[in-house]
T-cell receptor, first 112, second 113 residues
C-alpha cells in the first residue's frame, strides 16, 4: 500500500539554524512529490514539487528538497531558519492515478 | 482570479443537522476534491471528482455526499452531522498547466455539538 511518512510531528530550530524536515514514501514506482506549507488559519500553499528531471528542486522562501529514489525520501531543507518560517509543513505524494496522499504534517517552531 | 473559494468559513451544527459546504473554482480545473484535516492525522481525502458528472470516494467518505453538476462547483453535503465530523475541511482543485499541483481553498471550520 502507498503511504507517506513524516518523521517528527514537531521540530524546533533556532533562528538562523538549518531546517530539516523528513519525508519518506512507500511505492515501487517513483511518484510525484510535493511539499506544502500551512500558516495558521490558512489553506495549504505549494512550496515546491518534484515531477521529473533534476532531483534537487528549489521552492519559494529559500526552501529546497532532494528526491532520493534509493532512499524513497524527499526531505525538505532550508539553510537558515527565519521567524516567518514557523508553520505546519506537509509532504504529499501523487501516485499513479488521481489521489494525493498527505503525510501527517510537521509543525516547525523557530526560536528567536 | 479568485482561485478556490469555500463558504462558509465557520459553522456550528447540532448533531443530526444537515448542511452543505460550498466550493467553487474559476480556473476551469477538471479535478476537484474535499479533504478533512484533523490534529495528528494530516489531510484525508473524502471525495473527489475528475469532471462534471463524475465523482468517487476517497479514504473517509462515510457520512458525506458530493455531486458535480458543473466544472466550477463541488459541494460537500453532511446529511446528518455527528460530533466525529468536527474538523477543518479543505477543497482543492487541479488542472490546466499546473495539472499535478493542488490549489487549496482557505478552509471551512465545522463544529458539531
Amino acid at each position: 500500500a502507498q503511504s507517506v511518512t513524516q518523521l517528527g510531528s514537531h521540530v524546533s530550530v533556532s533562528e538562523g539554524a538549518l531546517v530539516l524536515l523528513r519525508c519518506n514514501y512507500s511505492s515501487s514506482v517513483p511518484p510525484y512529490l510535493f511539499w506544502y506549507v500551512q500558516y495558521p488559519n490558512q489553506g495549504l500553499q505549494l512550496l515546491l514539487k518534484y515531477t521529473t528531471g533534476a532531483t534537487l528542486v528549489k521552492g519559494i522562501n529559500g526552501f529546497e528538497a532532494e528526491f532520493k529514489k534509493s532512499e524513497t525520501s524527499f526531505h525538505l531543507t532550508k539553510p537558515s531558519a527565519h521567524m516567518s518560517d514557523a508553520a505546519e509543513y506537509f509532504c504529499a505524494v501523487l501516485f499513479l492515478g488521481n489521489q494525493f496522499y498527505f503525510g501527517t504534517g510537521t509543525s516547525l517552531t523557530v526560536i528567536p | 482570479n479568485a482561485g478556490v473559494t469555500q463558504t462558509p468559513k465557520f459553522q456550528v451544527l447540532k448533531t443530526g443537522q444537515s448542511m452543505t459546504l460550498q466550493c467553487a473554482q474559476d480556473m476551469n480545473h477538471e479535478y476537484m476534491s474535499w479533504y478533512r484535516q484533523d490534529p495528528g492525522m494530516g489531510l484525508r481525502l473524502i471525495h473527489y471528482s475528475v469532471g462534471a458528472g463524475i465523482t468517487d470516494q476517497g479514504e473517509v467518505p462515510n457520512g458525506y455526499n458530493v455531486s458535480r453538476s458543473t466544472t466550477e462547483d463541488f459541494p460537500l453535503r453532511l446529511l446528518s452531522a455527528a460530533p466525529s465530523q468536527t474538523s477543518v475541511y479543505f477543497c482543492a482543485s487541479r488542472g490546466g498547466s499546473g495539472a499535478n499541483v493542488l490549489t487549496f481553498g482557505a478552509g471551512s471550520r465545522l463544529t458539531v455539538l
